[in-house]
T-cell receptor
Framework: GENVEQHPSTLSVQEGDSAVIKCTYSDSASNYFPWYKQELGKGPQLIIDIRSNVGEKKDQRIAVTLNKTAKHFSLHITETQPEDSAVYFCAASPRGGTASKLTFGTGTRLQVTL | DTAVSQTPKYLVTQMGNDKSIKCEQNLGHDTMYWYKQDSKKFLKIMFSYNNKELIINETVPNRFSPKSPDKAHLNLHINSLELGDSAVYFC?????????????FGPGTRLLVL
């Protein structure tokens, strides 16, 4: 089955700096890669996703890059703000996302300090 | 309006008891999921239903029995609760169609088995 590794497990940045979280996956059939943000006491919320036919996607301060050859994808948050503090999860889906199983990474706790 | 709702939000019970968690979505999705998040924040799929049909059944003890009375509801019944069942259980829903596979999560049910 799919295995997703995520690094780092914790990340502390100063407000205004950039944050990068990296994930690798094992199943070459995976072609849907969402990123979720989980705030304390809440459920995960999708912040951005990318499909294997695209190498990069950007939404305001958030961007995701995908390298299918190397089987890794990354989340980039620029100009971080205190409200970006949360746990971030990457995930991979091996069947194009058609109600298939999302395998999650182990999460990255991001702390944005003033 | 709440998209994916779960009840109860908190559940504290004794070992050996039987309990149920309910989930409802008003997004018109045809697929629903149960995830378990352990104390280390690791998120793992348990079950998935599409149009009331079980399509994903991970290696979960048979003390856990999901039931989907209709597309908008997915319940989880747990028999003979054990200490290791303590976790946060998330319900999610999505549409089984490429391009619409974003999974929307509920707020979670925090289960504590004493």
């Amino acid at each position: 089955g799919e295995n997703v590794e995520q690094h780092p497990s914790t990340l502390s940045v100063q407000e205004g700096d950039s944050a990068v979280i990296k994930c690798t996956y094992s199943d070459s059939a995976s072609n849907y890669f969402p990123w979720y943000k989980q705030e304390l006491g809440k459920g995960p919320q999708l912040i951005i996703d990318i499909r294997s036919n695209v190498g990069e996607k950007k939404d305001q301060r958030i961007a995701v890059t995908l390298n299918k050859t190397a089987k890794h994808f990354s989340l980039h948050i620029t100009e971080t703000q205190p409200e970006d503090s949360a746990v971030y999860f990457c995930a991979a889906s091996p069947r194009g996302g058609t109600a298939s199983k999302l395998t999650f990474g182990t999460g990255t706790r991001l702390q944005v300090t003033l | 309006d709440t998209a994916v709702s779960q009840t109860p939000k908190y559940l504290v019970t004794q070992m050996g008891n039987d309990k149920s968690i309910k989930c409802e979505q008003n997004l018109g999705h045809d697929t629903m999921y149960w995830y378990k998040q352990d104390s280390k924040k690791f998120l793992k799929i348990m079950f998935s239903y599409n149009n009331k049909e079980l399509i994903i059944n991970e290696t979960v003890p048979n003390r856990f029995s999901p039931k989907s009375p209709d597309k908008a509801h997915l319940n989880l019944h747990i028999n003979s609760l054990e200490l290791g069942d303590s976790a946060v259980y998330f319900c999610a829903s999505s549409q089984r169609r490429v391009g619409q596979e974003t999974q929307y999560f509920g707020p979670g049910t925090r289960l504590l088995v004493l």
